[in-house]
């Protein structure tokens, strides 16, 4: 989209969306690797109370005013533990109001994803700090809950009933 100002009018900033959101990383003190100058944001988080890491990729579409976040168990699903898990997934999505998990059948891995369009928008960080926020109040719970369906300790509805999505 082309500025339309005055003779006098100046093309606003439009800091890019990755440095937007490496201030709002270090300002929560998290260490973090671009592994792409535009595009690719990873870190490792283990603290905050979290019994469970996680491995945070976060990959920005600027073209596209697009960012997603995904937030990966560290360890995999065993194959014969992936119904158990797809059901617990399906189930716990369902009450979900911001983003989702996903399974890979093909190798176990299970995530967390949620992503947001911006349309363009000049600052995102407020938006970007939420994203993150969620990504890490959601991931800890839902992780221990698929644990305890898998290993047999609750049923895949309960063990998805008694994660706290508020």
Not at 5 to 25: A, F, K
Request: net charge neutral; glycine share 8%; proline share 3%.
């Amino acid at each position: 989209a082309e500025y339309m100002g005055g003779s006098n009018s100046v093309m606003p900033d439009r800091t890019p969306y990755v440095e937007q959101l490496c201030q709002v990383l270090a300002s929560a003190a998290l260490k973090y690797q671009r592994v792409d100058a535009d595009s690719i944001v990873k870190l490792q988080f283990t603290g905050g109370g979290q019994s469970h890491p996680q491995r945070i990729i976060i990959n920005i579409k600027e073209e596209k005013s697009l960012v997603i976040f995904y937030s990966i168990v560290a360890w995999k699903v065993d194959d014969s533990q992936r119904t158990l898990a797809a059901e617990y997934i399906a189930r716990l999505n369902w009450r979900m109001k911001f983003g989702n998990f996903e399974l890979d059948f093909r190798d176990g891995e299970v995530r967390y994803k949620i992503s947001m369009g911006f349309g363009g928008a000049q600052n995102v960080r407020s938006s970007l700090q939420m994203m993150l926020a969620l990504s890490l109040k959601i991931f800890d719970p839902a992780v221990t809950g698929l644990q305890t369906a898998i290993d047999g300790e609750l049923s895949p509805q309960a063990a998805a009933d008694n994660v706290a999505l508020s």
